[in-house]
Structures are given as structure tokens and as C-alpha cells.
T-cell receptor, first 118, second 115 residues
Framework: GAGVSQSPRYKVAKRGQDVALRCDPI?????LFWYQQALGQGPEFLTY????????KSGLPSDRFFAERPEGSVSTLKIQRTQQEDSAVYLC????????????????FGPGTRLTVL | QQQVKQSPQSLIVQKGGISIINCAYE??????FPWYQQFPGKGPALLIA?????SEKKEGRFTISFNKSAKQFSLHIMDSQPGDSATYFC??????????????FGRGTQLTVWP
């Protein structure tokens, strides 16, 4: 079926606004990752879910960043009181067909959401 | 602190030539080393990957060379084509432990292949 999808593809926010970014992983994938990619840089890990459990959020840069995956499928990354340094592409990746959930599986990335904070 | 260091930052190669991108890492707990290819406006896509128990892996025109003692690995693209023009990222991951699955990326190499 379809790959990982993300919405919106582009988001412009004024400094101080809250934003919500959505990720639809590949159906049945247990693991879901969020990464932040600054212009001209490699992706940087933000957080990781296995089903609905957030197992690692050590990469979230501040308490303004919050992620959830309440039913173990769709995930939302929320950024409160956006700052200019939050401008980046936010990538979502999923892996591990149902029943596996190992760390060795290929991560499939979505196209990302480009966030610009003015 | 960059856990995976990648060079060069940019690379220009003539069509038919060999493109070589190098990466180095420090954390000996890494045991899976993928290369990703990214086109503008797209997410990274897995190109090829290697584990440290082999020194080389080849898939078509793409080869990974791995030197465990030096903690280095490289991507070779043979017979480079204009369609290979993209940004390439090396990465590393632990398959066990608290950071299970988390990918550590290099900063990327922008490859341009001239026709």
C-alpha cells in the first residue's frame, strides 16, 4: 500500500503560534520515529514510539515539543510557542511490521513537513 | 556532538565516474550502518546497509566498504549517472539497548553528476 504520509507538507507560523504536524505511518508498522532536519543538515532524532508507548523522547529540544500516538497508528508532533529556530523539515519514519518491533528493521520516511517560523 | 562524521560536504563527478563518500563513527555499540538517498522535497530512502561482520556489500552499482578497526565506512557509486544526483546520508544505529532503532545521521553529501 501507501508509504508514510505527512500533513501539512508546508506550514508557515508566526513566532509564538502553536503548530501540529501529522504523520500517518505505513499500515501495521509498530515503530514510529520523528526527526528534525535543519537546512543543509542530516536528520536529528526527536522521539520514538512503539505502538502507543513513547519509549524515547530524549531528542526533543525543549518542553515546547510534544508528541503523541494515542491509538498506536497516527502520530502528532505539537510545537508550542514556536520560535524561529524551530524552522526545519520534520520527518516521520515508521518501521517493523506488526509482531516484530525490532530495532534492526528498515525505517521508511515520509516526505516531511517544512515548517517556517516568521 | 556529531556521532557520525561525513565527508565531503559536496561532490561533483562526471557521468560514468566513481563517486566516493566517507563516514566515520566513534560509538563501538553501533552495529548497523545504512546509507540513505534524498532528493529535493522528498524524505530519505534507504539505499544500502551493512553490518560490521562483513567488510563489503554490493548492490548493483552501489558498494559499501566497512573498516571496523578504523571505525570507518564508505559508499562507492560506480558508473555514476545524472539520476544519482541527490544528497546522500550515512547513518548508524544500535540494534539493542535504550536507543533501540534511533538513527544517527551524518551531515550529508550533495552529489552532482554532470552528463
Amino acid at each position: 500500500g501507501a508509504g508514510v504520509s505527512q500533513s501539512p507538507r508546508y506550514k508557515v507560523a508566526k513566532r509564538g503560534q502553536d503548530v501540529a504536524l501529522r504523520c500517518d505511518p505505513i499500515s501495521g508498522h509498530v515503530s514510529l520515529f520523528w526527526y528534525q532536519q535543519a537546512l543543509g543538515q542530516g536528520p536529528e532524532f526527536l522521539t520514538y514510539f512503539q505502538n502507543e508507548a513513547q519509549l524515547d523522547k530524549s531528542g526533543l529540544p525543549s518542553d515546547r515539543f510534544f508528541a503523541e500516538r494515542p491509538e498506536g497508528s497516527v502520530s502528532t508532533l505539537k510545537i508550542q510557542r514556536t520560535q524561529q529556530e524551530d524552522s526545519a523539515v520534520y520527518l516521520c519514519a515508521s518501521s517493523s511490521p506488526k509482531g516484530r518491533g525490532r530495532g534492526t528493521d528498515t525505517q521508511y520516511f515520509g516526505p516531511g513537513t517544512r515548517l517556517t517560523v516568521l | 556532538q556529531q556521532q557520525v562524521k561525513q565527508s565531503p560536504q559536496s561532490l561533483i563527478v562526471q557521468k560514468g565516474g566513481i563517486s566516493i563518500i566517507n563516514c566515520a563513527y566513534e560509538n563501538t555499540a553501533f552495529d548497523y550502518f545504512p546509507w540513505y538517498q534524498q532528493f529535493p522535497g522528498k524524505g530519505p530512502a534507504l539505499l544500502i546497509a551493512i553490518r560490521p561482520d562483513v567488510s563489503e556489500k554490493k548492490e548493483g552499482r552501489f558498494t559499501i566498504s566497512f573498516n571496523k578497526s578504523a571505525k570507518q565506512f564508505s559508499l562507492h557509486i560506480m558508473d555514476s549517472q545524472p539520476g544519482d544526483s541527490a544528497t546522500y546520508f550515512c547513518a548508524a544505529r544500535r540494534s539493542r539497548g535504550s536507543t533501540l532503532g534511533r538513527l544517527y545521521f551524518g551531515r550529508g553529501t550533495q552529489l552532482t553528476v554532470w552528463p
